[in-house]
């Protein structure tokens, strides 16, 4: 299936349309039914060297929710990290940032686009990078410029994305199934068809020599790329 990147409807709308916020509250609930929040806190402990990370960005950011739900699986194991979360649109709010509080995290968040914020923070390094569902509505241009500037300044870098393939893409037509409204019903075939297979991203990194690369399946409907550093 040839990747076609689209426009996504919440995407177009004004952040606090109730279409997009009751879309981004059906990304909430697809990420839980795809694991998404178990995917990834693996993904972040498994590449964990002894001590815990001190500072974490994810691009792509939303509200903050999902990198919440990550904290809470990760269940204590990462004290006292101090987050960066990156989205165009301000959608972040006083409750998120105290749950995060809760859980020994400390969150900045930046609204900003992706790409523009990583070139205007080049000086700010990381030991983290991470995204979710996010990479999948850029170009391979955008993502090259992307990656580039991440393997400057993050150690790890974790990307979750839709994995795309007959299957995921035949689901994505059910999910107002599971309650989802028009706008997500629109976007989750899009993504699909947007997402990810083989070693795409991989094909994108731009040092091999320095970095070890992983790329896959994960779960029954995504796609996990991870970044290592080993020198």
């Not at 990156?86 to 020994?104: H, N």
Request: glycine share 8%.
């Amino acid at each position: 299936m040839q990747r076609i990147v689209q426009p996504e409807l919440l995407d177009e709308l004004p952040a606090r349309d109730p279409r997009a916020t009751r879309s981004r509250r059906d990304l909430l609930r697809l990420n839980r039914l795809m694991g998404h929040h178990r995917i990834m806190a693996e993904a972040l402990s498994k590449t964990c060297s002894n001590a815990a990370p001190k500072r974490l960005v994810e691009l792509g950011a939303g509200g903050g929710e999902f990198l919440l739900g990550v904290a809470r699986q990760l269940n204590g194991r990462w004290p006292n990290v101090a987050a960066t979360l990156v989205d165009r649109a301000e959608v972040f709010d006083a409750q998120t940032r105290d749950e995060f509080s809760t859980l020994g995290w400390k969150v900045n968040f930046a609204v900003a686009d992706a790409l523009t914020w990583l070139r205007d923070s080049q000086a700010e390094t990381c030991d983290y990078m991470v995204t979710n569902l996010f990479l999948h509505q850029c170009q391979d241009q955008d993502l090259a410029g992307i990656f580039s500037l991440a393997a400057n300044s993050a150690k790890v870098v974790i990307a979750l994305e839709p994995r795309r393939g007959f299957w995921p893409l035949l689901c994505s037509r059910f999910v107002g199934q599971v309650g989802c409204g028009a706008v997500t019903r629109h976007d989750a075939p899009v993504s699909v068809r947007a997402g990810f297979n083989g070693s795409e991203l991989s094909a994108l990194w731009p040092d091999k020599r320095n970095w070890e690369l992983s790329e896959g399946r994960a779960g029954l409907f995504s796609h996990l790329f991870i970044a290592r550093r080993i020198r």
